[in-house]
Structures are given as C-alpha cells and as structure tokens.
C-alpha cells in the first residue's frame, strides 16, 4: 500500500506562481495530479511516468504547467505558473503501480492523496 500526501497549495493572485508536491511512502508507476473545483467534476491535470519519459498535460495547462519528479524523494512536482483564477480547486495527486489508460482516468489510480487547496483571485 502506498501513501501520498500532497502540499505547496495556497492562496494567490493572480499571475503568481505555486510548486505542488506529492510524496509517495513507496515506488510507483505512475504518478498523476487531478483537481476538482466546487460544483465541478475532477478534472486530470497532469500525468507522468516514473521510470522517465511521457508525461501528459489537460489543454487548459498546457505551457503553463510542469511536472517533474525527484526520486530520491519518492516526490512527484506540478509546478504552476502563471495562475489564473480558473484554477482555484482543490489539487489531488494519484498513483499506480501499473501504467493508468486514460492517464486522466481517476478511477483507474489505485492510490489517492487527501489533496492541497490552490485558490487564485
């Protein structure tokens, strides 16, 4: 069993940057950042692979975000800039053991984190 507990969220304007993390107790597979706003369906926002390589991006993040990881850490990063108020929700990150299809599919993810609230105005 793995356990993810995510940080870095705050409350920002808008334009500013924030660095999320998400430290898993043990080796994964791949390694995801979903977000759900109020009244909103989660919505997948990043993805990466572990052992290296792919990494998948929502459009609406797309130039804007970055995901990188640090496994020495056993830490997954999704660094955001420049913010916008459309991205105030509450950021959530997942893992698998094995690759997930969709990789914005959340049910597909084994393992879920509590979450971290990112608020822009």
């Known amino acids: 069993h793995v356990q993810l507990v995510e940080s870095g969220g705050d409350s920002v304007q808008a334009g500013a940057s924030l660095r999320l993390s998400c430290v898993a107790s043990g080796e994964t597979y791949c390694m995801a950042w979903f977000r759900q706003a109020p009244g909103k369906e989660c919505e997948g926002v990043a993805a990466k692979l572990i052992g290296g390589g792919m990494a998948y991006f929502a459009d609406s993040v797309k130039g804007r975000f970055t995901i990188s990881q640090d496994n020495a850490k056993n830490t997954l990063y999704l660094q955001m800039t420049p913010l916008a108020p459309e991205d105030t929700a509450m950021y959530y990150c997942?893992?698998?053991?094995?690759?997930?299809?969709?990789?914005?599919?959340?049910?597909?993810?084994?393992?879920r984190g509590q979450g971290t609230q990112v608020t822009v105005s």
């Open positions: 997942a893992a698998d053991e094995k690759a997930v299809a969709p990789w914005d599919w959340i049910d597909g993810y084994m393992y």
